[in-house]
């Protein structure tokens, strides 16, 4: 249990339930091969059954961390810092992102887009699922669009919300990694055929990086 004191901190953003933390490479999309710092912010309630990280879903497990701690960290080896998660936008990530531009760092985000937008972003990565779509907001902030691919009709829903982003949003199909095997040649095929999108891999877990 959280005292109602850090309760109160984590509601405006000054701490945040931080899952884990570490130096690598983008693994996707279009900064994929660009090193970056991630800090990966628990909670998250969308529930994609094939998730990669399940374990950071529930928030109560990932300790209330201060935020000036984490971007301390980040910027002593990166000026490129990724938000991910969980859903980050499950939080207030005003105080977050100002903090890292202080310090000069370029802030991304990944995010399913499923809630209010909050922070100051240099690169929004959205990758919408059907289960909990994305708000307005975030498609018209968004800089990619980065569909997974898990089975044929998600090809449709691609289409449907690379409707609704912006014109110079880029395009990505990403396979869902379990699947992989068999999503790859449809992928392939497709992207030939309609050549405003582009590929994407989970560069990193081919490379076993984290
Ligand atoms: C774990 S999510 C966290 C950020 C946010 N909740 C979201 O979904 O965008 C990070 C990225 O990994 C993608 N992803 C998650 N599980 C995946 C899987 N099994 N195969 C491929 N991509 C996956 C998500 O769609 C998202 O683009
Ligand atoms: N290397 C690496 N690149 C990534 N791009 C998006 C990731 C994520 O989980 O949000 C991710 C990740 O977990 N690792
Ligand atoms: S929205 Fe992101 S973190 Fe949440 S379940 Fe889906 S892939 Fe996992
Ligand atoms: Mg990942």
Redesign the pocket.
């Known amino acids: 249990m959280i005292t109602k004191e850090t309760q109160a901190l984590v509601d405006e953003g000054i701490m945040l339930p931080l899952m884990e933390d570490f130096y690598t490479i983008q693994g ?2 279009f900064f994929k091969g660009t090193a970056a710092y991630f800090i ?1 912010i628990g909670g ?1 309630d ?1 529930g ?1 059954h ?4 399940k374990e ?1 879903w529930d928030a109560g497990v990932h300790p209330p961390t201060h935020i000036g701690e984490m971007v301390e960290k980040a910027a002593a080896s990166s000026d490129t810092v990724v938000i ?6 499950t939080w207030d990530m005003t105080l977050l992102t100002k903090s890292l531009r202080d310090k000069g760092c370029k802030t991304h ?6 809630y209010k937008l909050t922070g100051d972003w240099d690169w929004v ?5 059907k289960i909990k779509l994305p708000t307005d907001e975030v498609y018209v902030a968004a800089n990619e669009l ?3 691919v ?1 089975n044929k009709h998600d090809l449709k829903f691609a289409e449907e919300q690379a409707a609704k982003v912006s014109e110079n949003c880029i395009l990505y199909l ?7 095997e068999k999503m790859i040649p449809l992928i392939i095929d497709y992207v030939m055929k309609n050549p405003k999108w582009k590929v994407s891999l ?1 560069t990193h877990k081919y490379l076993n990086i984290p």
């Open positions: 996707e999309g990966r998250c969308v994609c094939w998730c990669d990280v950071s991910t998660g969980g859903e980050p936008l985000i990944e995010t399913s887009g499923a990565c959205l990758s919408p699922k980065k569909v997974i898990f990403q396979p869902e990694w379990s699947n992989r989970q």
